[in-house]
């Protein structure tokens, strides 16, 4: 199966303009990484809780708090708008399917629910049909 790419614009967009995501996201400082597969690639900045980022080029050499990574039948699945069993969230798809959500444990419990948020909004922007 293959995915589209995200578009990082509407991507940004979504995420300043969500209520549930600027809930959750108070005072959080953290570097995401994101891996769709071979597909795509960028890292989400998050600053204070206030202040959001969208870096569209990864190196290996990019530090990160959080990864969230898989292959592209992985998010195919993550992002359709009503997905199958156990790729609804990312903890789910990592327990059952193999997706990885790696990294600062503690920061991830801490903020799980805007990490959670996250896969909805990318959901939602994969929904709008946009390619980057």
Do not use: C
């Not at 708008?81 to 997706?99: K, L, T």
Request: aromatic share 10%; hydrophobic share 45%; proline share 6%.
């Amino acid at each position: 199966m293959s995915v589209k790419p995200l578009d990082l614009e509407v991507l940004g967009r979504e995420l300043r303009e969500d209520a549930e995501f600027n809930l959750h996201r108070h005072l959080w400082d953290a570097k995401i990484r994101v891996l769709i597969g071979e597909t795509q690639s960028f890292q989400l900045i998050i600053r204070d809780g206030l202040e959001i980022e969208i870096d569209p080029v990864v190196t290996p050499f990019d530090g990160y708090d959080i990864q969230l990574a898989g292959t592209e039948d992985h998010w195919s699945k993550m992002l359709e708008p009503e997905p199958p069993a156990f790729y609804q969230d990312f903890y789910p798809a990592m327990v059952h399917h193999g997706f990885r959500i790696e990294g600062d444990m503690e920061m991830i419990y801490a903020f799980l629910p805007a990490i959670r948020r996250l896969g909805d909004i990318f959901r939602t922007v994969a929904a709008a049909g946009v390619a980057a």
